[in-house]
């Protein structure tokens, strides 16, 4: 599967895999700053996600395998890859099969464990949506309020929408197959896989998604570990704190 990504800037490739419902444009304002320090950044849009293609079938294997492509065709190697939340497990899963591509690998706010499914109600809002109905951002915005209560969250969801036609909106992504898929997000990283390169994982001090009891496993998956954490941040802990986020970035890519 051929991805959609936007590229800038020069030096050593630096990939970047969004989360779950978002695409490579929401990492564009930290990646500016990054690629300021010698890197040529990757903004990945994963399949069923941007403008990146649709497909039925939905798993980390499939991601894993789609980022292969993705440096087989732009002839990369020595890569620093970093993901976030389900970009973050894709990470992984790439790192373990594919270290020979790899420089450096850094994990935003996930861990290698199972993660249960929590994300019924944005997929119910996104649901709801009647483009026939609904004409503009604002009304959309208040549809989703009624599933959505955090506004933070609502603006995310929002950057998908697109003009399909003069008068209709749309999902840039695909919302049937990421439904169908839904249990995939979740899956765990297998135990008995390790990556032997450098990893960082960096998580939220407010954010539950990475608890110091997963530190452990961990370390055993990817044993040149360093972990961080970023203070006043939750699992969005790039766009809440992204001048502590960007320095725990650099200072591990540079040394």
């Not at 051929?2 to 630096?14: K, Q, S």
């Not at 304002?29 to 293609?53: C, F, V």
């Not at 020595?78 to 790192?95: E, N, P, Q, R, T």
């Not at 169908?180 to 765990?188: C, D, L, R, T």
């Amino acid at each position: 599967m051929r991805l959609h990504a936007n590229v800038f800037g020069e030096g050593t490739p630096f990939l970047i895999l969004h989360g779950f419902l978002g695409m490579g444009d929401n990492w564009k304002t930290l990646a500016k700053k990054i690629s300021e320090s010698g890197y040529q950044m990757h903004l990945i849009d994963q399949r069923n996600h941007g403008r990146s293609p649709h497909s039925d079938e939905f798993s980390y294997e499939l991601l894993a395998s789609d980022l292969l492509e993705y440096c087989h065709i732009n002839n990369l190697k020595d890569v620093i890859l970093l993901g976030h939340s389900m970009g973050g497990k894709a990470a992984m899963f790439f790192a373990v099969n594919h270290p020979e591509l790899l420089k450096k690998v850094i994990i935003a706010d996930i861990g290698p464990k199972y993660y249960p499914l929590h994300h019924q109600d944005i997929l119910d809002g996104l649901s709801s949506l009647d483009f026939e109905v609904l004409k503009s951002r604002g009304e959309v915005d208040k549809a989703l309020s009624a599933y959505v209560q955090d506004i933070g969250v609502r603006m995310f969801l929002m950057k998908n929408l697109f003009w399909r036609e003069k008068n209709e909106l749309g999902l840039r992504m695909n919302l049937d197959s990421l439904i169908q898929n839904s249990s995939e997000i979740g899956v765990e990283l297998p135990g008995d896989l390790v990556y032997n390169g450098q990893a960082l994982f960096i998580k939220g001090a407010k954010s539950n998604y990475v608890l110091s009891e997963d530190e452990s496993r961990i370390k055993r998956q990817f044993p040149k570990v360093k972990i961080d954490e970023i203070s006043n941040a939750g699992h969005w802990l790039h766009a809440e704190n992204p001048t502590e986020f960007l320095a725990s970035v650099l200072e591990f890519i540079r040394n």
